[in-house]
């Protein structure tokens, strides 16, 4: 059996293969003995036998290098004098060498799957092949044989549709590379030189809606024609989850953005709406739309610190957006992989590999990119598992299990390492949200929220987290952890089991939102008030008539600003 655990971090290997390279240039250059010290170039030299080809290398001078019995050749060093008189022997067929060390130079492993337990769900045969992921983005290439081919063989079903055409047609190739890559990491049956496979469901059917142009800028009616598209088709194409790696700034309550008004429609239907957190932290209350809405999975990003076999050294990454929301919720719910992540990209084609080459591998396939998209994407392919394994769990199932299996990051002494507002529930782990007995009664996730009534507007919600004066956060009715901003992000933290969230993730519950009515431990939420006891609910708001004075601004109703996919940050 392969042990999936393996990981090594992509800089290592190339640096190996670097090394490696050179090894075998400085051995390949010496000179045959009858090449002086002409140049050489490596072929392949094929005849009716392994034994013929080395007798025709050998007669021109050649130096054979090693034999490949399997098809009737030897590699071998020939100078350009040596290659034209073997070029014109008919009895031998010569390959340039070379090019087929390229072709096969260097694939990395996909470190995420290892970390997240996803391999060890593979080995069972859980792989996604029940379930069909929409990604709603910037479209797919899907020419690689990785997204064209499920690990267990045959034509994985892609599904093409282009909201930013009105859903009529035009290109949906994806010209920018955001979107090739977000698909790839949920479902690339690409393997590694390990034979570790990149995808995290690597037999997940795919829906590719592209409502994202070539630089990465799309507008709520885009994105939301988009989710009206899949609404509407999920039972033809039995869409089961929606990955949106995007994020836009939060301008009013989340009932009243109409963006998250189409994301709890989804939710509503019974697909799994993941979402990334947002790159712009990490400061409090970071969380843009859709992920501020208590009706998905928010995903934050962690680091391996580039060795994933190292656990010891694991940190949250600096960019990763924190909560909480404006309406009090905890954000993220987990964190998962998003720091130099692999995937595909079409180098010659996409924006983002043109404008940063630097992060593309040999073989003008594989990309490396940081962000919590990534993250998004990782848990994506998580939710694509736990449904094939369980079929039958609804949205706030699978929450609840995701959440309750995740492993929080803890010191030396065994305290949290980051706060709910950081890192939610800590690291995601598909296997334990499979397996683990505790779980097969989920009932923990979005306790007392009631998303038909909330998207008819007969009643809204608010979480547990409030202000102090000192400008620490901490959570209503329960003893929680303060956020404070002396977190170092380069300590390394271990993400591990054992600690228990009070009370069953009450965190996670909802209070009704209404005019008037007193919510938990007597805090008043009530349109014209602030939070009691004088606390502004975060510097410069101030609650009132629904809409929000921030930096002399209106909050308003108006979404017609363009919003983009998670923006481009530094590898971490």
């Known amino acids: 059996m392969i042990d999936k655990a393996r990981s090594f971090p992509l800089t290592l290997l190339l640096a190996g293969a670097v090394a490696i390279a050179a090894a075998m240039l400085a051995f390949n250059a010496r000179p045959g003995k009858h090449a002086a010290a002409e140049a050489t170039t490596s072929y392949i030299v094929q005849a009716d036998s392994a034994l013929l080809a080395r007798e025709a290398v050998d007669a021109v001078g050649g130096r054979v290098t090693g034999e490949l019995g399997i098809i009737r050749s030897q590699a071998a060093l020939l100078t350009d004098e040596q290659y034209r008189e073997l070029k014109n022997d008919a009895a031998v067929t010569l390959y340039d060498n070379a090019s087929v060390q390229t072709a096969g130079a260097g694939v990395p492993d996909g470190y995420a799957a290892a970390l997240t337990g996803a391999y060890q769900l593979h080995d069972e045969g859980v792989t996604g092949a029940s379930v069909t992921v929409a990604v709603l983005d ?17 034509v ?4 093409k549709q282009d909201a930013v055409a009105g859903m009529s047609g035009g290109k949906t190739d994806d010209l920018l590379g955001h979107g090739t890559h977000i698909a790839s990491i949920i479902a690339s049956s690409r393997i590694s030189d390990s034979d570790d496979v990149h995808g995290i469901a690597p037999d997940a ?12 800028f799309g507008s709520y009616a885009t994105v939301i024609s988009g989710l009206d598209w899949i609404l509407a088709n999920k039972d033809v194409h039995d869409i089961r989850v929606v990955n949106m790696s995007f994020s836009a700034t939060a301008r009013s309550h989340y009932w009243d953005d109409p963006l998250n008004q189409a994301v709890m429609a989804a939710w509503q239907a019974g697909i799994v709406v993941v979402a990334s957190a947002g790159n712009n932290g990490p400061d409090a209350m970071t969380i843009g739309v859709p992920g501020n809405l208590p009706y998905v999975i928010t995903v934050g990003a962690m680091t391996d610190n580039y060795t994933p076999q190292d656990g010891s050294d694991d940190v949250l990454a600096s960019f990763s957006a924190a909560g909480p929301t404006h309406e009090g919720f905890v954000k993220p719910e987990i964190v998962a992989p998003g720091g130099h992540i692999i995937g595909l990209m079409e180098h010659k084609k996409q924006s983002i590999p043109k404008e940063h080459p630097e992060f593309g591998t040999e073989d003008n396939r594989l990309y490396l990119m940081s962000g919590t998209s990534q993250s998004a ?10 449904l094939d394994a369980q079929p039958g769990l609804n949205p706030d199932q699978v929450k609840c299990k995701l959440m309750a299996s995740a492993q929080p990051a803890v010191d030396g002494n ?16 598909a296997y334990r ?11 923990c996730a979005n306790r007392g929220l009631d998303v038909s009534a909330d998207l008819a507007g007969d009643l809204h919600f608010g979480g547990r987290a409030n202000k102090n004066p000192d400008g620490s956060y901490y959570l209503m009715g329960m003893d929680g952890y303060m956020w404070t901003d002396g977190y170092m992000w380069t300590n390394g933290y271990v993400w591990t089991d054992g600690f228990m ?4 993730f009450m965190w996670t519950d909802g209070y009704l939102w209404t005019d008037g009515t007193v919510g938990a431990n007597g805090y008043l939420w009530t349109d014209g008030f602030i939070w009691t006891d004088g606390y502004l609910w975060t510097d410069g708001f101030v609650w009132t008539d629904a809409y929000l004075w921030s930096n002399g601004y209106l909050w308003s109703n108006t979404y017609s600003e363009t919003m983009s996919v998670s923006g481009y940050v530094p590898q971490e």
Do not use: C
Not at 156 to 159: C, D, L, Q, S
Not at 205 to 216: E, H, P, T
Not at 433 to 443: G, R, T
């Open 138 to 154: 910037s479209g797919i290439w899907s020419n690689d044989a990785g997204m064209k081919y499920k690990l267990a063989g045959g």
């Open 156 to 159: 994985r079903t892609i599904v």
């Open 205 to 216: 059917s795919l829906v590719s809606v592209k409502a994202f142009n070539a630089a990465g």
């Open 377 to 386: 994407a990782v848990v994506s392919g998580i939710v694509a598992l736990l």
């Open 414 to 429: 065994g305290d949290l390492a980051y706060s709910v507002f950081q890192q939610g529930a800590g690291m995601v782990n």
């Open 433 to 443: 949200a499979v397996h683990s007995m505790e779980l097969q009664i989920p009932d």
């Open 501 to 504: 969230w009070t009370d069953g």
